[in-house]
């Protein structure tokens, strides 16, 4: 089972930007999702997380208000929409998927997750 993530780039301060991920198995369609990232030289950050059905979302307080996280339940895809970026947005994004994250306070939490992607990178320039 492989999770794949896409759409990183640069972009300039400001700007936006559409990430992706796909699941190779239609059963993450039942799995929550979430988004980190990590800088260098920095620890890994919660980004956005997302339930199985799409009901509930839950965010890093850094991204609150800029990022929208949404799947579509008919694919095992979700897409985490970045608007407003600034050079501390960069980072190296991965998706991953949990079967065990059932509360929204879990989404935040990197242990929950057992699928990663293999990131995708995402540069801001001033």
């Known amino acids: 089972v492989q999770l794949q993530a896409s759409g990183g780039g640069l972009v300039q301060a400001g700007g936006s930007l559409r990430l992706s991920c796909a699941a190779s198995?239609?059963?993450?369609?039942?799995?929550?999702m979430g988004w980190f990232r990590q800088a260098p030289g920095k620890e890994r950050e919660f980004v956005a997380g997302?339930?199985?059905?799409?009901?509930?979302?839950t965010y890093g307080d850094s991204v609150r208000g800029r990022f929208t996280l949404s799947r579509d339940t008919a694919r095992p895809t979700v897409y985490l929409q970045m608007n407003n970026l600034n050079v501390e947005d960069t980072a190296v994004y991965y998706c991953?998927?949990?079967?065990?994250?059932?509360?929204?306070?879990?989404?935040?939490?990197?242990?929950?997750?057992?699928?990663w992607g293999q990131g995708t990178q995402v540069t801001v320039s001033s």
């Open positions: 991953a998927a949990s079967h065990s994250a059932y509360y929204p306070r879990e989404y935040s939490n990197h242990n929950e997750y057992g699928y």
């Open positions: 198995d239609r059963s993450f369609s039942r799995y929550t």
């Open positions: 997302v339930s199985w059905s799409g009901d509930t979302t």
